[in-house]
Each structure stands twice: as C-alpha cells, then as structure tokens.
C-alpha cells in the first residue's frame, strides 16, 4: 500500500478545504482502540495478491478505520486497513490490499469531509460517493478470511453506491483503443479480465460518529464457498 499517496492526498485536501491547521497523516500496521478520539469507517473496492500461491481476489467490503483528534491546533488522522487472508492456502497471512488511486480519492475526500465538520464546523463538500471497481464483486463475502470480522468491525449494512469506472470516470477511458489501462500494479501471476465490468447499486447513510468507548461491534455471518469476495460496501460511523 502506497502511504505517500495517500497522505499527499490528504494533505491536498484539507488545504482545498481551507483548513490550514497542521494535520499528521500515518498509517497503523495494527488495530488499536483510541479513547477519545473520534473515529470513522468506509468500506472500499480493493484487490489483494496471496504472497504465497500468488492467487489475487477483489473485495468490496475493505474496511478503513480512520481516527481523528485535534490539540492546540495540531491534528492527527491514523488510518488502518483491515487485511484478508486467501482462502486457497492453509499457511495464509493477512495481506494488505491494493487500492485504485480513484478510490484512495474518494476514501480521502469523505476523512476530509468528517474532520471539517467536526473540528471546523465547515460545510459539508458535494463530493462523489461511488467508489470504482474494475472487476465482478457479486461473490459472498468470505468472513472466515477478513481482518475486520475477526475483530467483530465488519457490519453488513450498505450504504455507498459502486460504479462501473467507465461510466464514473469517462475522461479516462481510451476512446482509440480497445485495450484499458490498468490501474493496479499487477504481479506476474495475475491475468487482468476487463471482460466482467459491471456496475452494482447500494445506498449511502451517515451517522454522528462518537469515541471508541462508545462503539458498537457486529459480525457479518454470510457464506464464504465463492472465490470473489462482496457482500456490498458499507461505511459506519461506530
């Protein structure tokens, strides 16, 4: 995962956002409660590589777990991603997913939103709520195998629309060729099928968020026999 992208990102944000207060972006390698921060969850399209047979599977339901908190006018953003596990390979360890640059994007720019409001009072942004996907995710999702599940993070609620990358972002499609650019740096291993595209729909909600102390867990119980990996994409407020 590139964490200089995504806090070039953020940091780009809030300065369009006119927020000019020194704001740390870092990632955590682990999951860890806060007290007193707030916090807020999406649920992304991601892909992940096995490391050990090479295999690769998409996921929509990819929760990021931002905490924020502000002193003296000194703010830190902490983001952890939570990993999956290929279902293939009895020794599997959790392994980070790739993100499309679009989707690290829209992540950022809903983290952006939240701290606004909540630290500045701002407005919200008329931002996109549709996270890009270049691959069918349509398969159950394997719960046996996600980070976020074992933990008691994942919830089957959905509420952010997914869209068909050529429909939410025409300007990059190469009208003069039938061959696509591929946005994920793919291994050696991995054959990318641009032939499955297809849009799916879900709704998006939005909840006060409160400190960690007050949060609330749930585990998704849904079957995990398919290889492709969705239930639907949600993003909770905990």
Known sequence: MDRDTWREIFENDLENRGVFDVWNFSVDEHYQERMGWQQYVQCCYARFYCSICGRSW??????????????????????????????????????????????????????????????????IANLPRNFVTDARHDGPHDYNNCEGCAL???????????????????????????????????????????????????????????GVGESSHYIVNIPSDEQIDSSGPCCIIL
């Open 58 to 123: 998409v996921s929509s339901k990819v929760h990021i777990l931002f905490h924020m908190k502000l002193k003296r006018r000194t703010g830190q953003a902490r983001m952890h991603v939570f990993k999956q596990k290929c279902k293939m390979c009895t020794a599997a360890k959790y392994e980070e997913p790739t993100f499309l640059v679009e989707n690290i994007e829209i992540a950022i720019g809903n983290l952006v939103n939240k701290i606004a409001q909540k630290f500045y009072n701002l407005p």
């Open 152 to 210: 008691g993070i994942c919830k089957c609620d959905t509420d952010i629309q997914y869209s068909d990358k050529r429909h939410i972002l025409p300007k990059r499609t190469n009208q003069g060729s039938q061959q696509k650019k591929k946005r994920f740096p793919l291994p050696n291993t991995y054959a990318h099928h641009q032939s499955l595209l297809q849009p799916l729909r879900s709704a998006y909600s939005d909840r006060e968020e409160t």
